[in-house]
């Protein structure tokens, strides 16, 4: 149980695109999902948690136009990446949790290239 | 705002050597959590631990959280390759609040 997935598992793009990656949690409710990045050799950062029916609450540094996050259900969350640019590549990791329980299931991660 | 720091970064050990990473925060913790990663893959939890003092065991793997709620370790003994990855702690400031990752130790192990 508690499985994450993730799609697609790597995409290419040109620069000023836009790039959606979903995040679903197959066999749990997950009432919060975060989402993550992590460059090569570094550690995860957290980019915002999202709450199923509400607004995303976006760390420090984040810009919420640009990294668009969508909890429509109890199992889907969204990260839309707007008008992509090279420095966007990156490991975009997402995870989610089941209510009070603490620990945080990952998902297998999306790798993002842009050109 | 809230730090983990984690040492040392990387970590090469011959195989049956035992091998230590440490964690340690900027403020008291609610519970501190690790997670391993393989090469390629995606983080995957091992542990949490919340008391003061705290020490849990996993085969060869010991955990521990200190007295004072601020610092971690990860302590593996007789390494094997099947250890290969990169441990990272994460702490919790509050129940529910979000996860604050160490910099992560990356583990080889030479045959």
């Known amino acids: 149980g508690a499985v994450v997935s993730q799609h697609p598992s790597w995409v290419i793009c040109k620069s000023g695109t836009s790039v959606k990656i979903e995040c679903r949690s197959l066999d749990f409710q997950a009432t919060t999902m975060f989402w993550y990045r992590q460059f090569p050799k570094q550690s995860l950062m957290l980019m915002a948690t999202?709450?199923?029916?509400?607004?995303?609450?976006?760390e420090q540094g984040v810009e919420k136009d640009k990294f668009l996050i969508n909890h429509a259900s109890l199992t889907l969350s969204t990260l839309t990446v707007t008008s992509a640019h090279p420095e966007d590549s990156s490991f975009y990791i997402c995870?989610?949790?089941?209510?009070?329980?603490?620990?945080?299931?990952f998902g297998p991660g999306t790798r993002l290239t842009v050109l | 705002g809230q730090q983990v720091m984690q040492i040392p970064q990387y970590q090469h050990v011959q195989e049956g050597e035992d091998f230590t990473t440490y964690c340690n925060s900027s403020?008291?913790?609610?519970?501190i959590q690790w997670y391993k990663q393989r090469p390629g893959g995606h983080p995957v939890f091992l542990i949490q631990l919340v008391k003061s003092g705290e020490v849990k065991k996993q085969k060869r793997l010991t955990f521990q959280f200190g007295e004072a709620k601020k610092n971690s370790s990860l302590h593996i003994t007789a390494t094997q390759t099947t250890d290969v990855g990169t441990y990272f702690c994460?702490?919790?400031?509050?129940?529910?609040?979000?996860?604050?990752f160490g910099q992560g130790t990356e583990l080889s192990v030479k045959p």
């Open positions: 995870s989610a949790k089941n209510g009070r329980k603490y620990e945080q299931f």
């Open positions: 403020t008291t913790l609610s519970n």
């Open positions: 994460a702490g919790q400031g509050n129940q529910g609040g979000k996860l604050i």
């Open positions: 999202s709450n199923e029916g509400s607004k995303a609450t976006y």
